[in-house]
């Protein structure tokens, strides 16, 4: 089993910036792309950013310039810096995860964690 535990949302100004971190621990013997997605209230989960294990990115065009994705695979984390944050960046945001746990290649979902950006 593989837990994904994210951290670092909280409520921010308007032109302010957060980072959020995801660590994944468990029985990992490898992990392909990660990424974070977000929900905001009567909307359907989107993706904001992803990244392979080779550090190739996908940025979604309504954050690109202002969102960057990075991972360190020694340490199973991957990390989503937000910049310039805008109140439409309000949401929760997920972690997601593909791994290898030895069985099969398996997407993991971490629990969310609430960005909200507010005056």
């Known amino acids: 089993q593989v837990q994904l535990v994210e951290s670092g949302g909280g409520l921010v100004q308007p032109g302010g910036s957060l980072r959020l971190s995801c660590a994944a621990s468990?029985?990992?013997?490898?992990?392909?792309?990660m990424g974070w997605y977000r929900q905001a209230p009567g909307k359907q989960r989107e993706l904001v950013a992803a990244?392979?294990?080779?550090?190739?990115?996908n940025i979604a065009d309504s954050v690109k310039g202002r969102f960057s994705i990075s991972r360190d695979n020694a340490k199973n984390t991957v990390y989503l810096q937000m910049n310039s944050l805008k109140p439409e960046d309000t949401a929760v945001y997920y972690c997601?995860?593909?791994?290898?746990?030895?069985?099969?290649?398996?997407?993991?979902w971490g629990q969310g964690t609430q960005v909200t950006v507010s005056s």
């Open positions: 990244i392979t294990s080779g550090g190739s990115t």
């Open positions: 997601r995860a593909d791994v290898n746990d030895g069985a099969a290649v398996r997407r993991y």
């Open positions: 468990g029985t990992i013997f490898s992990i392909y792309s």
